[in-house]
């Protein structure tokens, strides 16, 4: 079974523009996970989707949000970006939301300039 | 609430010696514990998890943690380290039952000395 895919790999933008990062959950998972890793404030829970549709939200500012889709892919989006947005953007799924195990994809690494 | 906290951000070992990475947590119901390692440029990889069952855990790579209730402790640990094993190490808890959020620590670097 592929494990979760996210794409692109790394991605450089400047202050103020936008990005979507992309995931696909292994076949058959249908909630997905997002966090921020940073060295400063580690790993954060962005947001949780299940049957396209946002769980759960961490403490993160409106310009963070996400979709899913019905064949349970998710995106996020990143609207004005501020130097602080710079991190490796993790993806998780899981079966179900009640399911404690997650499998993490090998992130999105966003460079704002 | 519930929280992880991991004791040390760095630690060394020599190439063969015990490996122990120290976690302690912090929930108000019985909680799930996982011990996730991550490699430079690489998303996340579960080494281990407890679930309420066994309290001593077996993990991949030869890795095993024991829950200690009395300690609210989840130290991971591998009898003889493996060059392989420096990462980044981390700790993190679920609620049991119902919906699940996971909290993770804030990680231990292992550095592996031959």
């Known amino acids: 079974k592929a494990g979760v895919t996210q794409t692109p790999r790394y991605l450089i933008k400047t202050r103020g523009q936008q990005v979507t990062l992309s995931c696909s959950p292994i076949?058959?998972?249908?909630?997905v996970s997002w966090y921020q890793q940073t060295p400063g404030q580690g790993l954060q829970f962005l947001f949780e989707?299940?049957?396209?549709?946002?769980?759960n939200k961490g403490n993160f500012p409106g310009r963070f949000s996400g979709r899913q889709f019905s064949n349970s892919r998710s995106e996020m989006n990143v609207s004005t970006l501020e130097l602080g947005d710079s991190a490796l953007y993790l993806c998780?799924?899981?079966?179900?939301?009640?399911?404690?195990?997650?499998?993490f994809g090998p992130g999105t690494r966003l460079l704002v300039l | 609430a519930q929280s992880v906290t991991q004791l040390g951000s760095h630690v060394s070992v020599s190439e063969g010696a015990l490996v122990l990475l120290r976690c302690n947590y912090s929930?108000?119901?019985?909680?799930?514990l996982f011990w996730y390692v991550q490699y430079p440029n690489q998303g996340l990889q579960l080494l281990l998890k407890?679930?309420?069952?066994?309290?001593l855990v077996k993990g991949i790579n030869g890795f095993e943690a024991e829950f200690k209730k009395s300690e609210t402790s989840f130290h991971l640990t591998k009898p003889s380290a493996h060059m392989s094993d420096a990462a980044e190490y981390f700790c993190?808890?679920?609620?049991?039952?119902?919906?699940?959020?996971?909290?993770f620590g804030t990680g231990t670097k292992l550095q592996v000395i031959p």
């Open positions: 998780a799924s899981s079966l179900e939301p009640g399911d404690v195990t997650q499998y």
């Open positions: 076949s058959g998972h249908r909630s």
């Open positions: 989707y299940f049957s396209e549709t946002q769980r």
């Open positions: 929930s108000s119901v019985p909680p799930y």
């Open positions: 407890y679930t309420s069952a066994a309290t």
């Open positions: 993190a808890v679920s609620r049991s039952g119902g919906y699940q959020k996971v909290t």
